[in-house]
């Protein structure tokens, strides 16, 4: 359920677009309360959330290809290779054009799924907030794996009902067979209609992303891979105060402010991360 100010501002998503009235309708429907402090705040979500939907699908249809961390590959006029693998941005460079970069210039890319996902969280920021403010708070820019982000203050929900189109999620493949390491499992963006956006392995329903972290188990494992019970999204009031000039990076008062009643579970946070995990 949503409430906004308290239930004292009436929602008419009846204007808004597709993508914006199914996420309102799931986040209606579920038996979790979900408290936004103004209808601008409510929309700042849903405009993000269908912006990373819009972020996985061009990626999709982009040039970037698939490579394990080892033989991660870059536009050098935009990013410096790390030795990890990871790309981090050069100096005098837009944070704005170095992204948009990786969906222009694909056929120079290529990167493991997990730094998919932080391009795209990315991607979904600068179009919901636009270049200028995205290139004032994101100017340190190092794409590597979205689990070590920090910029986005990420919080993780343990509990895939509560799980919505821009969510991260990950299919673990736990018997994986140790040559190819590279398939233990999938990062991936939720997308409307129960389908998925796994680098490397496109668009498909869960059965399909499934099936193919399957082929590369140990031989003779039964051991299925499964989704995890848990969703990860950004800050969403954290970065909207941000674009506004309200709160700056290295402020921690974003984090009081999420999206759930304390009631609805138990909060943990490790540095800017931060964990729900549901009582029920």
């Excluded at 970037?64 to 100096?91: H, M, Q, V």
């Excluded at 391009?119 to 590597?144: C, P």
């Excluded at 700056?248 to 304390?262: I, M, T, V």
């Amino acid at each position: 359920m949503i409430i906004v100010a308290g239930g004292s501002v009436p929602v008419d998503p009846s204007g808004w677009p597709e993508l914006q009235r199914e996420i309102y309708s799931l986040k209606q429907a579920s038996s979790k309360s979900y408290y936004y402090d103004s209808l601008d705040a409510l929309r700042f979500e849903l405009k993000m959330r269908e912006a990373i939907v819009e972020a996985s699908l061009a990626l999709d249809k982009s040039a970037a290809g698939f490579e394990t961390f080892r033989k991660s590959r870059c536009n050098p006029a935009y990013w410096i290779r790390t030795s990890e693998g990871g790309f981090r941005l050069r100096d005098n460079v837009r944070p704005s054009d170095a992204i948009r970069d990786i969906y222009t210039n694909g056929q120079l890319y290529g990167f493991e799924c997990a730094t998919a996902i932080i391009i795209i969280l990315y991607k979904g920021v600068l179009e919901t907030i636009g270049s200028d403010s995205f290139n004032r708070l994101f100017g340190g820019l190092y794409l590597f794996a979205w689990q070590h982000d920090s910029d986005l203050r990420l919080i993780t929900e343990y509990n895939k009902k509560e799980s919505y189109p821009g969510d991260v999620q990950y299919f673990k493949n736990p018997d994986v067979n140790p040559k190819v390491m590279e398939w233990q499992g999938e990062n991936v963006i939720r997308l409307p209609g129960e389908l998925f956006f796994g680098h490397g392995i496109g668009v498909g329903n869960a059965d399909k992303i499934i099936g193919r972290l399957n082929r590369h188990r140990k031989p003779g494992s039964s051991v299925s891979a499964y989704l995890l019970d848990e969703s990860t999204y950004p800050n969403f009031f954290y970065l909207k105060q941000a674009a506004e000039g309200r709160m700056n990076r290295s402020d921690a008062s974003g984090l009081a402010e999420l999206p759930f009643a304390a009631g609805d579970g138990v909060v943990a946070r490790i540095g800017w991360r931060t964990m729900l995990y549901h009582l029920s």
